[in-house]
């Protein structure tokens, strides 16, 4: 019996792996939560029937993600304790879900979740509710892929593997009313010391007659109180009541980085009805503390605080396997250990226990809504600001009272310049500010003109590029914090393992990054990049090179949450400032005469036979001065040697490919470049060998020479099919000839294709020079055009239309293949405009 089991063990384990599940530990029930009240009735549900698009099921436990899956259904039948009755209130709570999530109970829809991981909670209407008093739960996750759907992922280069999943636990809580809601605390600062204000509401189905309240708020650290009132009243009659209070705070109860002293509020309440009393007890855990953003500065109550933060990226994988809470204390720990105040959550909202590992460690934390590099066409659509809009409403049950919630982020990468765009944040940030009642923020596009009044309290400066790389004097008084410190590229990455070693390097840069920002740019801080390294769904420079897979390599940690070794030399970066590394190391280009030696020699090599061979010198003068008669001597099948119509095809199809594979080599690094490719790639799978092969000169080169040197062979095919239909008597030597030599005059673009090496080794401007590659290309087009009228004796209109048809079909072909999403062009359209970003 055992080994059946082992086995059957083993078989399900090795079907899980085979799906890409993920699963980790999750904390007890009674740690997950910030608030508890004793009429309260809290059911764990963490074993639920799974179904993907086929027929097939199976019984799991969550949390549990899922990848390379667009579509999951968990579903699970629940049977409510004997004492629940109609008049007590049910939700459906949980701490998020990876993917848009549509809930069902008993077939009604209960709500929606847009993709956006932050805890939600929904009530249950008692009509939902079966006689039996049974709840089928259906919840049905889908990888969103427009704004309809909910929030999308639509960058391609430095997004995180998607899961799809639940991604804790869910909970049934029946609450017995009355209720407590709206609780709020506030901190007021003046020179007389602090004073704390809360206020809360309770909340009954019927009108209350009397009550008799207990207040009591204690220190969490040795339970002492600070604070116990008592509140009566005999004189009521309402269903909703309203309490305020205040009283003193010592300094040392206030709640800081340094100091993370948390308190705990107990409301112990006795209300009467006309039909009896009910005793009920609330409790919830918070911090003390006042944040403020006055003037382009941080003050944190009431002292000027510096932004000392790190990137933290929602990568599920470093979680695989172990505990979930013990490996974010790990994680946080590690990062207050190295001198970091703050933590950015790179577009995600956070779960409870992430905020109360925060409020204990003393670190600050920026979350962001997942409206990552979203195209102004996406702002118009009602369900994007709906579904945001709510997520506002959901966050404000849960994120209250964790004081290390600082700042939230509207969106990230944003084209604020863009009406659109700023309608819709000034909406959202209302909806905010009614809400948690925290600070917002916006990562907006940079190089455009800011909005004359605040779209939210301050903006972050977010770039693709070291800092070492901004100049001081750019516009950044508008922003407050420096969004990637520390970033790595592509040159950065390769000089890591080889000029420099890793461990000195990458120290060096976050050191040099944080001196260049606090002393020549003197934001009031910023974000380190990042926490720990994390894997990409797609393929991008820095992930191709790494041996793993597509793991972007910023991290301080390894995906298994350790240390990387040059950390243990680093120390706290925050405190070193020391003198800059030369920044011309930070800012070489990949030099090598390979092209211009390439293309000298190919050049000396056709001059000679040019040199010495009459026909090809005649041929070609003939070409360039007298194109007509020279078409016509084709057309007359007058002796044009095969040989001539190879050699000038061969040599100016290594012109144009030489020429193209040198801008190629020296700009595949760049991030924009690569974005842009990514999107019209990837879903043909052919980015990833675009970046193995741009990163080889030579193969780039010879792809690229084979391209050109195939045009005439396969033109030729075309025009003797179009002969065969027309009946003409052409011969295929006559239709490669036409095409080889239309490019005749690509021969002269050889001494700009040598000047070019030299401008792409410096950074030259080169619009002028893809000026002239066009010119040269467009005067081949009208040569041929000319040629195949000569050839077939047609109208030159329809030889037009003809070549215009034999380009196009390729393109869709190539739109058949690729059946991109509706997005597309506009992501486009963003990125050609948001060339600042890399």
């Not at 919840?139 to 280069?157: A, C, E, N, W, Y």
């Not at 109860?253 to 309440?269: D, G, H, I, K, Y």
């Not at 204390?329 to 703050?342: D, I, K, V, W, Y």
């Amino acid at each position: 019996m055992k080994i059946k089991h082992f086995l059957l063990i083993c078989l399900l384990t090795t079907a899980l792996n085979a799906q890409g599940f993920l699963q980790y530990d999750w904390p007890e029930g009674d740690k997950t939560f910030n608030v508890s009240a004793s009429n309260w009735q809290m059911y764990e549900i963490k074993e639920w029937t799974l179904s993907g698009r086929g027929g097939e099921t199976e019984e799991v436990q969550i949390p549990l993600l899922v990848k390379n899956r667009d579509q999951l259904t968990f579903s699970r039948r629940v049977k409510l304790p004997k004492n629940w009755r109609s008049e007590q209130t049910l939700y459906l709570i949980t701490q998020g879900v990876n993917g848009s999530s549509y809930f069902y109970v008993n077939g009604h829809i209960l709500g929606i979740s847009p993709n956006s991981r932050n805890p939600f909670r929904l009530q249950i209407p008692a009509d939902y509710v079966k006689e039996d008093s049974v709840l089928n739960i259906e919840i049905r996750i889908k990888l969103p892929q427009s704004t309809d759907r909910g929030f999308p992922t639509i960058v391609h280069t430095f997004s995180e593997e998607r899961y799809i999943g639940l991604a804790s636990p869910l909970y049934l809580i029946v609450a017995d009313p009355p209720a407590v809601n709206n609780v709020q605390f506030n901190l007021q600062h003046s020179e007389a010391g602090f004073t704390l204000n809360y206020r809360y509401d309770i909340v009954a189905p019927q009108n209350m007659k009397a009550f008799k309240i207990v207040e009591i708020i204690q220190r969490t650290s040795d339970q002492k109180i600070l604070l116990r009132k008592q509140r009566y009243s005999r004189q009521l009659n309402g269903k909703k009541i309203t309490l305020e209070g205040q009283f003193a705070l010592d300094p040392s109860n206030v709640w800081s980085p340094e100091n993370p002293q948390m308190l705990r509020f107990t409301l112990q309440a006795e209300v009467t009805f006309e039909n009896g009393v009910k005793k009920f007890t609330r409790v919830q855990t918070f911090g003390a503390r006042k944040i403020e953003h006055v003037r382009q500065k941080f003050y944190l109550n009431g002292q000027l605080v510096q932004i000392r933060g790190i990137t933290m990226h929602l990568s599920p994988e470093i979680f695989a396997g172990k505990s979930y809470y013990a490996q974010l204390r790990r994680l946080l720990n590690f990062a207050r250990g190295q001198g970091f105040n703050a933590l950015r959550l790179a577009h995600f909202l956070p779960d409870e226990p992430l905020l109360r590992l925060a409020d204990s460690l003393g670190l600050m934390v920026f979350a962001e809504f997942p409206l990552w590099r979203f195209p102004s066409e996406f702002f118009n659509e009602n369900f994007l600001l709906e579904a945001a809009k709510n997520v506002g409403h959901q966050i404000r049950h849960f994120y209250a009272g964790h004081p290390s919630l600082t700042a939230i982020g509207l969106g990230q990468e944003i084209p604020l310049h863009v009406p659109v765009a700023q309608k819709f944040m000034f909406i959202l940030n209302g909806k905010l500010k009614a809400g948690p009642g925290v600070l917002t923020y916006i990562s907006p596009i940079p190089g455009f003109p800011l909005p004359p009044e605040r779209v939210a309290d301050f903006y972050i400066y977010d770039r693709y590029r070291p800092v070492l790389f901004l100049n001081a004097n750019q516009h950044l008084q508008a922003f407050s914090l420096m969004g990637k410190i520390g970033f790595l590229t592509a040159d950065l990455l390769q000089m890591e393992n080889s000029e420099i070693t890793h461990q000195i390097n990458r120290g060096l840069l976050i050191r040099n990054e944080l001196y260049k920002s606090i002393n020549d740019i003197q934001p009031n801080g910023g974000f380190v990049e990042c926490l720990f390294d994390w894997r990409t769904e797609y393929p991008n420079d820095l992930g191709a090179a790494d041996s793993a897979g597509n793991v972007t390599p910023h991290g301080f940690l390894d995906l298994n949450g350790d240390p990387k070794p040059w950390t243990k030399l680093l120390g706290n970066p925050w405190l070193q400032n020391e003198t800059a590394i030369n920044d011309r190391y930070f800012t070489q280009q990949p030099k090598t005469n390979f092209f211009s030696i390439l293309v000298t020699f190919s050049a000396i090599l056709f001059f000679a036979i040019y040199r010495r061979v009459p026909r090809l010198r005649e041929n070609f003068r003939r070409s360039l001065r007298h194109s007509y008669g020279f078409f016509v001597d084709l057309r007359e099948r007058r002796i044009i040697p095969f040989f001539n119509s190879i050699t000038v095809s061969t040599f100016i199809a290594l012109i144009a490919a030489v020429f193209l594979a040198s801008q190629i080599y020296f700009f595949h690094k760049s991030l924009w470049l690569q974005e842009i490719l990514s999107v019209i790639l990837i879903p043909l799978g052919l980015f990833k060998r675009y970046l193995e092969w741009s990163r080889d000169k030579l193969l780039i080169t010879a792809l690229l020479f084979l391209f050109f040197v195939l045009i005439p062979v396969i033109g030729a095919f075309v025009l003797k099919i179009l002969a065969w239909i027309n009946r003409s008597k052409i011969r295929y030597r006559q239709g490669f000839a036409i095409i080889a030599w239309a490019g005749a005059p690509f021969v002269w673009f050889f001494p700009f294709s040598l000047i070019s090496y030299h401008w792409l080794l410096y950074q030259q401007p080169l619009q002028w020079l893809w000026i002239i590659f066009g010119i040269f290309a467009f005067w081949t087009q009208i040569r041929l055009i000319n040629g195949i009228h000569i050839l077939f004796i047609a109208k030159t209109s329809r030889v037009f239309s003809i070549l215009l048809l034999c380009y196009f079909i390729p393109i869709l072909i190539f739109w058949a293949l690729f059946n991109p999403p509706g997005y597309w062009v506009d992501y486009l359209q963003l990125l050609m405009k948001a060339q600042s970003l890399f």
